[in-house]
C-alpha cells in the first residue's frame, strides 16, 4: 500500500552516497564499490535503499558514486533506468566529476555539495540523504513527516545497537521528544543508553533536510578550511549544537511483513557479517523477508533460464536442502545444504556443498567439498578441493575470518595450481 505520506515524498528527492569502498569486505570489494556488492542470489546492497526509496513514493533520485564505480554503474543503468521525466521522474548517476572545483569528493557532504545545481533542477523541497550499503526495509514517509511536523533543520534515521559494535557509527543522545542532545562519530569508547549500558544509539546514515537549509549548510561548511566536508563528522555535530536536530527511531518506519519478528537493518561491512546476512535467508523464516509482494526489492534481473537439477543416482543426486538457488543454475549430481547460489553457478558430480554463499558465474568441481565459504563471481574450484574442514590449511591458501569463513577468489585459485 502506498504510504500515507506520499504526498510529501512526491516533494522529495532521495540522495544516495555510493562511494565507499568498504575495505572491511577485503577482496570482495577489490574490484567494485561496496554498495555494488552482491546480495541475497539477485540483488546489490544499493538496491536495498533504492527500492525504500521508490515504494515510499520517491520518484526523484541521484546516486553519488566514486571509488570503482563501473560494476555499480552498470548495474544502475541496467536495472533502474524505468523512469520517465515526463512523469516529474528522475534518475541521476553522479560520479565525481569535479563540477565545483578541481577536487574529487573529498567527503559525504561534499558529494552532495558538488552536484547542489543538479538537486536545485529537481527543485524538491525536502531532501533524503541516504546511504547505499546496508541491508533493511524502510518507508521514509514517516520520517518525511516528523521533521515537517516538528520543525526540525535536519532529522537522523537511528537505531540501538549492542555498544561494543557501535563504535564504527555516529553515536547519539536523545531527549524525550527525540531532540538530538549530543553527537559523536565512530567514539572509540561509545557512549551508552540511559538505562540500558550494554546498547548505543546509532545513525543509519539517513538524514532529511528541506532543500534550501541543506544547500545553505554545505555551502557554510565549504568555506570552512578545517571542516573533513563529512555529514557524520562536521555537518550533523555542528547541527547538534547550533540548530534542531531530532532523531527518528527506525521502529517507527520499519517495513515487517509476514514472519519477520524484528526491526531488520543490517550493516554488512564486515566478511563475516555479509556471510551471515546471506546465510540467514536460507532459514524457514528468515529475519528478512525477500518474498515481500508489497515492498518488492528492484534490481536488474538478468533473463535466466530456470535453475535445474539433475542426476538420480546415490551420492550423484542434484538436491538442495534448506538453500536458496538462483535462475540459470545447473545442479549436476551435488548435494547442497544450507546454501545460496546466485545466478549461472554450476555445481558438479558428487560435489558436497555446506553453509556456502556463491556468486555468479562460479562452478564448483567435480567433487569438491566446501563449508562455510564464500566463492568470488566467476571463480572455477578444481575438482575435489576441500576448504572448511581443515582450519589451518585454510588459512594457508585462502581468506579465514575470526568466524571461520573462507573467502576464495580466483588469484587463491590459481596460486594452487600454479
Not at 573529498?106 to 525536502?126: H, S
Not at 564504527?168 to 567514539?187: C, L, R
Not at 509476514?258 to 523464516?285: C, F, K, S
Request: hydrophobic share 40%; with cysteine.
Amino acid at each position: 500500500m502506498p504510504s500515507p505520506e506520499a504526498p510529501l515524498a512526491r516533494e522529495t528527492m532521495a540522495y544516495v552516497l555510493a562511494g565507499g569502498r568498504g575495505s572491511r569486505l577485503l577482496e570482495l570489494t577489490d574490484q567494485r564499490a561496496k554498495p555494488a556488492v552482491y546480495f541475497g542470489g539477485k540483488s546489490r546492497i544499493i538496491d536495498f535503499a533504492l527500492s525504500n526509496a521508490v515504494n515510499s513514493g520517491i520518484r526523484r533520485i541521484g546516486v553519488a558514486t566514486q571509488y570503482k564505480a563501473h560494476s555499480l554503474i552498470r548495474h544502475l543503468n541496467r536495472g533502474w533506468n524505468f523512469f520517465r521525466q515526463e512523469r516529474n521522474e528522475g534518475f541521476d548517476i553522479l560520479p565525481a566529476s569535479q563540477r565545483s572545483g578541481e577536487d574529487w569528493y573529498r567527503g559525504t557532504a561534499d558529494a552532495v555539495y558538488q552536484n547542489i545545481d543538479i538537486i536545485e533542477g529537481y527543485a524538491p523541497e525536502l531532501i533524503v540523504i541516504l546511504a547505499g550499503d546496508h541491508i533493511y526495509k524502510m518507508d521514509y514517509g514517516p520520517m518525511l513527516a516528523q521533521h515537517v511536523n516538528q520543525g526540525a533543520d535536519v532529522t537522523v534515521g537511528c537505531i540501538d545497537v549492542a555498544r561494543a559494535d557501535a563504535s564504527g557509527f555516529g553515536v547519539m543522545a536523545v531527549n524525550a521528544v527525540d531532540e538530538i542532545t549530543s553527537f559523536v562519530e565512530k567514539p572509540d569508547d561509545p557512549p551508552a543508553m540511559l538505562g540500558r549500558p550494554d546498547r548505543a544509539l546509532v545513525s543509519m546514515g539517513i538524514y532529511v533536510f528541506s532543500r534550501k537549509f541543506l544547500i545553505d549548510q554545505l555551502r557554510r561548511d565549504a568555506a570552512d578550511a578545517q571542516s573533513s566536508r563529512d555529514f557524520g563528522r562536521d555537518l550533523i555535530p555542528y547541527l547538534v549544537r547550533h540548530g534542531k536536530a531530532v532523531a527518528h527511531p527506525f521502529a517507527r518506519s520499519c517495513r515487517r511483513s509476514g514472519y519477520e519478528t524484528e526491526d531488520y537493518w543490517r550493516d554488512v561491512g564486515t566478511v563475516d557479517a555479509y556471510y551471515e546476512a546471506n546465510i540467514d535467508l536460507t532459514n524457514a523464516m528468515p529475519a528478512l523477508d525477500l518474498y515481500e509482494r508489497d515492498w518488492p526489492i528492484w534490481t536488474y534481473s538478468e533473463i535466466t533460464p530456470p535453475a535445474k537439477f539433475v542426476h538420480d543416482q546415490d551420492a550423484r543426486r542434484g538436491q538442495a536442502l534448506s538453500s536458496l538457488v538462483s535462475g540459470g543454475c545447473i545442479i549436476s549430481g551435488g548435494t547442497l545444504r544450507r546454501t545460496l547460489l546466485f545466478t549461472n553457478v554450476r555445481v558438479h558430480s558428487y560435489a558436497l556443498i555446506d553453509s556456502a554463499v556463491i556468486l555468479p558465474n562460479a562452478s564448483i568441481g567435480r567433487g569438491a567439498r566446501l563449508t562455510r565459504v564464500i566463492v568470488e563471481k566467476g571463480v572455477r574450484i578444481p575438482p575435489g578441493l576441500v576448504v572448511g574442514e581443515d582450519p589451518m590449511e585454510d588459512a594457508r591458501r585462502f581468506r579465514r575470518t575470526e568466524n571461520g569463513v573462507c573467502l576464495i577468489t580466483q588469484p587463491m585459485i590459481d596460486r594452487l595450481t600454479a
